[in-house]
């Protein structure tokens, strides 16, 4: 049985020992009540254990979650101590309706307070509406025994002294079901499954008070049995259903408190309302004469509907009147709100627009249903708005006399509806500010020409056609900056970049890599590459004019030839070609002869997979209890002459060769590649982007790529990045990781607290964790200090949602002082670090980070 299973050890034990105890017990028992009653003293620990195993559970719960609960835990506690008075004292004085009575009547009732609370939790409760609903029910139960002459109210049989309690007991069976089961018919999503099993509880405590009832009224171990079995049953479900509700409270705004029906209480409540009816039916064709309780009851059942109806229509009207109400707050929500709301049919049909929609749009004097949506814009971003999907998130509108409006787009779509609705927000200005700070990110602000990031980009674009590569650099610079200053050197470069196109084509790339220091791209042979060169020496050794002085400098020049796909490997051999040139007395032109050998410091991906080692280590992450959660793969470089290259070193030389997107790349696959042959499946990985200008064009599908390829779970793998990195990067950055995130990888800022506010960054980037590095939050040796930091950074990331991870631990004492602050993951050296992949398997087999001392 699956139900037996929910349940926790012990409780497995008492249904176990109950049965064998009561079937020990129940033969040996007086059906009169006036021998010893051993089975009552079964039952009475029975409840103990179950009153101690709700107490354990409350004991678990948050205090709001675990307040409904209390009164059952209570009543089985003082059910138990009815149940051992009655079967320790037997005789007169707890025989018929005594103490013991009252104290089991007392705890056996408890269970309606929760059904109360759990009633109120749900959103919109009428208790008036419940109360006559609950009458209604209870008057159709005993109307029903009335009728077939049950006796639970003709205890006509019973011992004249004994009436009365027998009356209670009906009258209790009655109310348990037709309160509990009104009350809990309707519950919250969260707490359907407790409050279902405590339902089932209270019917088996009110079948339980029926059996008692006719073992009173005909005593025998039938009747005694089936008693005992019912409130053993209904002991163990309402501790299955103390177990079975959630350890934190639910507020009423959110979703798991929308009301949601019980099946077990529907029937219930139909079974007694339409019970009342099949009974006078039975009656009747039994030829039986309705009794004047019966007709008083019918009477009672029938008034209590015409107020229930009543309270029906009032709670109707009310309805209608929030709803009106609702309807007219939210239209003067929509006509005042900046942002304009449309609503489109399948056909991009306007059916509504709000006056902010009608001023975006340009609709002037026509009605919304005489306007194609598609009319409004440009016929070039017609196509993708019926194409839908993210490509139709912008679209322009024109506009008379100046340019076109962009608007921003979201839609909301109903399931199964033709409707959509659209939320749009005029970005003109904001599209402009992003494609000037595109353009900034690929311009050298000095001389306005292409800087390194846009020459490495068309240098990493395939191309059919020849190309050749000029570096070049000026010749007596520095003396001009150290004589002059700097304002005359910056007014000299401006004017080596306006010489320098008037010595390539329109079609050509000039690009300022930093300093003194400029290349050209052509379209052509290397025959055109090294005629340019000589033009540029020539027109450098002309004397330049700077701040009122002239200038006689120079310029040498290295020139490589580019093939389809070696755009990188051309630089490096024209940088090693300038070099000569320079060696070989400047103001000449060197073209590079072949491939040239790496420099110290210098590496591109093809020279490292020949010349050395490239491989990956891993830093890993730890909960507070010690378990591995997470690691961060780093790429490290190792030459058998140069020595070893790791992180941000290895970042910077491959930024300074164009391989930035190659080596994340390489480092993107083989990290995943790695991480699925460990044997542990919920081990996430994290992988940061490069610092510096990051080329983020196709981010997202080298991501999926690289998780398909791997098989590695998208939920499994997390990118890291710096404010630095969004900054320098292009503004496609921010989409593609937009992207990202939509297929499951969670997003890290790293380096919290170094850069800009945080909360901007969340009006930007959907961050899923942040990572701060302890050093960075106080002086040196103020480590007090910089956990008071940490806790703060840990709160306020907890209240938005987001993992908080500390690195920089290197001491037991940071540990623990992180682990109090309240930080999810650290990490560090005091925590396992530079690992390989078959060091850290070796860690997860051991089940606790361990770190070699």
Same mark, same amino acid.
């Given at each position: 049985?699956?139900?037996?299973?929910?349940?926790?050890?012990?409780?497995?034990?008492?249904?176990?020992?109950?049965?064998?105890?009561?079937?020990?017990?129940?033969?040996?028992?007086?059906?009169?009540?006036?021998?010893?009653?051993?089975?009552?003293?079964?039952?009475?620990?029975?409840?103990? *254990?179950? !009153? %101690?195993?709700?107490?354990?559970?409350? =004991?678990? +719960?948050? @205090? &709001? $979650?675990?307040?409904?609960?209390?009164?059952?835990?209570?009543?089985?506690?003082?059910?138990?101590?009815?149940?051992?008075?009655?079967?320790?004292?037997?005789?007169?004085?707890?025989?018929?309706?005594?103490?013991?009575?009252?104290?089991?009547?007392?705890?056996?009732?408890?269970?309606?307070?929760?059904?109360?609370?759990?009633?109120?939790?749900?959103?919109?409760?009428?208790?008036?509406?419940?109360?006559?609903?609950?009458?209604?029910?209870?008057?159709?139960?005993?109307?029903?025994?009335?009728?077939?002459?049950?006796?639970?109210?003709?205890?006509?049989?019973?011992?004249?002294?004994?009436?009365?309690?027998?009356?209670?007991?009906?009258?209790?069976?009655?109310?348990?079901?037709? *309160?509990? !089961? %009104?009350?809990?018919?309707?519950?919250? =999503?969260? +707490?359907? @499954? &407790? $409050?279902?099993?405590?339902?089932?509880?209270?019917?088996?405590?009110?079948?339980?008070?029926?059996?008692?009832?006719?073992?009173?009224?005909?005593?025998?171990?039938?009747?005694?049995?089936?008693?005992?079995?019912?409130?053993?049953?209904?002991?163990?479900?309402?501790?299955?259903?103390?177990?079975?509700?959630?350890?934190?409270?639910?507020?009423?705004?959110?979703?798991?408190?929308?009301?949601?029906?019980?099946?077990?209480?529907?029937?219930?409540?139909?079974?007694?309302?339409?019970?009342?009816?099949?009974?006078?039916?039975?009656?009747?064709?039994?030829?039986?004469?309705?009794?004047?309780?019966?007709?008083?009851?019918?009477?009672?059942?029938?008034?209590?509907?015409?107020?229930?109806?009543?309270?029906?229509?009032?709670?109707?009207?009310?309805?209608?009147?929030?709803?009106?109400?609702?309807?007219?707050?939210?239209?003067?929500?929509?006509?005042?709100?900046?942002?304009?709301?449309?609503?489109?049919?399948?056909?991009?049909?306007?059916?509504?627009?709000?006056?902010?929609?009608?001023?975006?749009?340009?609709?002037?004097?026509?009605?919304?249903?005489?306007?194609?949506?598609?009319?409004?814009?440009?016929?070039?971003?017609?196509?993708?708005?019926?194409?839908?999907?993210?490509?139709?998130?912008?679209?322009?509108?024109?506009?008379?006399?100046?340019?076109?409006?962009?608007?921003?787009?979201?839609?909301?779509?109903?399931?199964?509806?033709?409707?959509?609705?659209?939320?749009?927000?005029?970005?003109?200005?904001?599209?402009?500010?992003?494609?000037?700070?595109?353009?900034?990110?690929?311009?050298?602000?000095?001389?306005?020409?292409?800087?390194?990031?846009?020459?490495?980009?068309?240098?990493?674009?395939?191309?059919?056609?020849?190309?050749?590569?000029?570096?070049?650099?000026?010749?007596?610079?520095?003396?001009?900056?150290?004589?002059?200053?700097?304002?005359?050197?910056?007014?000299?470069?401006?004017?080596?970049?306006?010489?320098?196109?008037?010595?390539?084509?329109?079609?050509?790339?000039?690009?300022?890599?930093?300093?003194?220091?400029?290349?050209?791209?052509?379209?052509?042979?290397?025959?055109?590459?090294?005629?340019?060169?000589?033009?540029?020496?020539?027109?450098?050794?002309?004397?330049?004019?700077?701040?009122?002085?002239?200038?006689?400098?120079?310029?040498?020049?290295?020139?490589?030839?580019?093939?389809?796909?070696?755009?990188?490997?051309?630089?490096?051999?024209?940088?090693?070609?300038?070099?000569?040139?320079?060696?070989?007395?400047?103001?000449?032109?060197?073209?590079?002869?072949?491939?040239?050998?790496?420099?110290?410091?210098?590496?591109?991906?093809?020279?490292?997979?020949?010349?050395?080692?490239?491989?990956?280590?891993?830093?890993?992450?730890?909960?507070?209890?010690?378990?591995?959660?997470?690691?961060?793969?780093?790429?490290?470089?190792?030459?058998?002459?140069?020595?070893?290259?790791?992180?941000?070193?290895?970042?910077?030389?491959?930024?300074?060769?164009?391989?930035?997107?190659?080596?994340?790349?390489?480092?993107?696959?083989?990290?995943?590649?790695?991480?699925?042959?460990?044997?542990?499946?919920?081990?996430?990985?994290?992988?940061?982007?490069?610092?510096?200008?990051?080329?983020?064009?196709?981010?997202?599908?080298?991501?999926?790529?690289?998780?398909?390829?791997?098989?590695?779970?998208?939920?499994?793998?997390?990118?890291?990045?710096?404010?630095?990195?969004?900054?320098?990067?292009?503004?496609?950055?921010?989409?593609?990781?937009?992207?990202?995130?939509?297929?499951?990888?969670?997003?890290?800022?790293?380096?919290?607290?170094?850069?800009?506010?945080?909360?901007?960054?969340?009006?930007?980037?959907?961050?899923?964790?942040?990572?701060?590095?302890?050093?960075?939050?106080?002086?040196?040796?103020?480590?007090?200090?910089?956990?008071?930091?940490?806790?703060?950074?840990?709160?306020?990331?907890?209240?938005?949602?987001?993992?908080?991870?500390?690195?920089?631990?290197?001491?037991?004492?940071?540990?623990?002082?992180?682990?109090?602050?309240?930080?999810?993951?650290?990490?560090?050296?005091?925590?396992?670090?530079?690992?390989?992949?078959?060091?850290?398997?070796?860690?997860?087999?051991?089940?606790?980070?361990?770190?070699?001392?």
């Amino acid at each position: 049985m699956s139900w037996l299973r929910e349940l926790p050890v012990q409780l497995r034990w008492t249904v176990l020992l109950g049965i064998a105890g009561l079937t020990a017990a129940v033969p040996f028992s007086a059906p009169d009540g006036t021998g010893m009653q051993w089975d009552e003293l079964v039952l009475g620990s029975v409840a103990t *254990s179950c !009153g %101690v195993l709700m107490l354990r559970r409350l =004991a678990t +719960m948050e @205090r &709001a $979650a675990a307040r409904a609960w209390w009164p059952p835990a209570i009543g089985a506690l003082a059910f138990a101590v009815a149940q051992f008075l009655a079967g320790s004292f037997p005789g007169p004085e707890f025989d018929g309706f005594g103490a013991d009575d009252v104290i089991l009547l007392a705890g056996a009732t408890s269970p309606l307070i929760t059904c109360a609370i759990l009633a109120r939790r749900v959103i919109r409760t009428r208790w008036s509406a419940l109360a006559v609903d609950g009458a209604v029910v209870v008057a159709s139960i005993l109307v029903v025994t009335e009728v077939l002459r049950t006796p639970l109210v003709s205890p006509a049989n019973a011992p004249e002294d004994l009436r009365s309690l027998v009356l209670t007991y009906g009258a209790y069976a009655a109310l348990m079901l037709g *309160s509990a !089961g %009104v009350m809990c018919t309707v519950s919250t =999503a969260a +707490m359907r @499954r &407790a $409050a279902t099993t405590l339902l089932v509880g209270v019917s088996l405590q009110a079948s339980a008070a029926g059996a008692e009832a006719m073992a009173i009224v005909a005593p025998s171990w039938t009747w005694t049995a089936v008693s005992d079995g019912a409130v053993a049953a209904a002991l163990l479900a309402g501790t299955l259903a103390t177990y079975r509700a959630p350890l934190r409270a639910v507020g009423h705004t959110a979703r798991d408190a929308a009301p949601q029906v019980s099946p077990v209480g529907l029937v219930l409540v139909v079974a007694a309302v339409l019970g009342m009816p099949a009974a006078l039916v039975t009656g009747v064709l039994q030829g039986e004469p309705v009794s004047t309780g019966a007709e008083l009851g019918i009477a009672v059942v029938f008034v209590l509907m015409a107020v229930r109806l009543v309270l029906r229509i009032r709670e109707d009207s009310r309805v209608t009147e929030d709803l009106v109400r609702s309807e007219e707050d939210f239209r003067e929500l929509v006509e005042s709100s900046s942002d304009g709301i449309a609503l489109i049919d399948e056909k991009f049909r306007l059916l509504f627009t709000s006056p902010a929609a009608r001023d975006l749009l340009g609709i002037d004097g026509r009605t919304d249903r005489d306007v194609s949506l598609l009319e409004l814009l440009l016929p070039e971003d017609r196509e993708l708005v019926r194409a839908g999907g993210d490509a139709a998130r912008h679209f322009r509108v024109p506009v008379e006399g100046a340019a076109p409006r962009e608007l921003e787009v979201s839609t909301s779509e109903r399931p199964g509806g033709a409707r959509r609705v659209l939320h749009l927000r005029d970005v003109t200005t904001r599209r402009l500010r992003e494609r000037e700070l595109e353009r900034m990110a690929y311009t050298d602000h000095l001389t306005g020409v292409p800087n390194r990031v846009q020459l490495f980009h068309e240098l990493g674009v395939a191309s059919e056609q020849p190309r050749a590569l000029l570096v070049l650099d000026l010749d007596g610079f520095k003396a001009v900056n150290d004589l002059s200053g700097h304002e005359a050197g910056d007014q000299l470069l401006v004017e080596v970049a306006r010489r320098l196109r008037t010595v390539v084509r329109d079609d050509d790339l000039i690009a300022r890599l930093g300093g003194d220091e400029f290349a050209v791209l052509l379209n052509g042979s290397l025959a055109d590459g090294e005629d340019v060169a000589a033009r540029v020496v020539d027109v450098m050794a002309h004397p330049f004019r700077a701040d009122g002085q002239t200038f006689a400098i120079g310029a040498s020049v290295g020139v490589a030839v580019i093939t389809t796909h070696n755009g990188q490997a051309a630089f490096r051999a024209a940088d090693a070609a300038l070099r000569e040139a320079k060696r070989a007395g400047k103001g000449c032109v060197r073209v590079a002869q072949g491939d040239t050998p790496l420099s110290s410091g210098e590496i591109t991906l093809e020279a490292a997979q020949v010349e050395g080692t490239t491989s990956i280590r891993l830093d890993a992450a730890c909960s507070p209890d010690g378990r591995i959660d997470l690691v961060h793969a780093t790429p490290v470089y190792e030459h058998p002459v140069r020595g070893t290259s790791r992180n941000l070193e290895l970042w910077t030389a491959a930024e300074r060769y164009g391989q930035t997107a190659a080596l994340h790349r390489w480092l993107l696959r083989e990290a995943c590649a790695q991480i699925t042959t460990l044997d542990d499946e919920s081990l996430v990985l994290a992988v940061s982007l490069p610092p510096g200008a990051f080329p983020a064009d196709g981010l997202a599908l080298e991501v999926a790529s690289a998780l398909q390829d791997a098989g590695l779970p998208a939920s499994r793998l997390v990118l890291s990045f710096t404010e630095e990195t969004l900054v320098t990067s292009s503004a496609a950055l921010v989409p593609e990781l937009e992207a990202v995130r939509r297929t499951g990888v969670r997003l890290c800022l790293d380096g919290y607290g170094m850069g800009h506010s945080i909360w901007a960054l969340l009006a930007r980037v959907p961050l899923d964790m942040l990572r701060v590095e302890l050093a960075t939050l106080a002086t040196r040796d103020d480590t007090d200090r910089a956990l008071t930091v940490l806790a703060s950074i840990a709160r306020t990331s907890a209240a938005v949602g987001l993992v908080s991870v500390a690195g920089g631990i290197s001491t037991d004492e940071q540990r623990d002082g992180a682990v109090a602050a309240g930080i999810d993951l650290l990490h560090g050296r005091a925590l396992p670090h530079d690992l390989g992949i078959e060091d850290l398997a070796v860690q997860l087999a051991a089940g606790r980070a361990t770190v070699s001392r």
